[in-house]
């Protein structure tokens, strides 16, 4: 087992700062905009609303996602993420933190069919041997190939 952190250097490129589209899915809207600007590896962070979310979490003993769907009128707190290629098109990793309108938060790992509401976002472009996410058979989750 390794038991140092498994990093690749990367240069700023590109930063795009732009409005989230009303009613369409968050992540395949994410994704939509780097495959059409040509982006492969990207950070970035978002800010806004949602009027629908699927979200949910690992379980670690059985390797798959738990996730559940919730429709209400709902704030993004935080969401943070990373852009990078699975099979040759653009993937979305993202957590996100929401809260309720009577202020009760909860959040994990962000899912499509995640409606938007508004929502504005930052994304920095990252330029350098580019990464792609791989089973691990170690965990069971799609890393990267580091």
Partial sequence: MNDKISCKEFKHGRIFTGRLPHGVDLVQS???FCRDASIN???FSLIGALSSVTIGSYDQT???YVSFSKHADLEVLSCTGNISIKDGSPMVHAHIVLADIDGKTFGGHLFSESIIFAGEIE????????????HDTTTGLMLWNI
């Fill in 30 to 32: 994410i994704e939509d």
């Fill in 41 to 43: 590896m990207a950070t």
């Fill in 62 to 64: 059985q390797q798959v």
């Fill in 123 to 134: 994304i920095q472009e990252l330029s350098g041997e580019q990464l792609e996410r791989n």
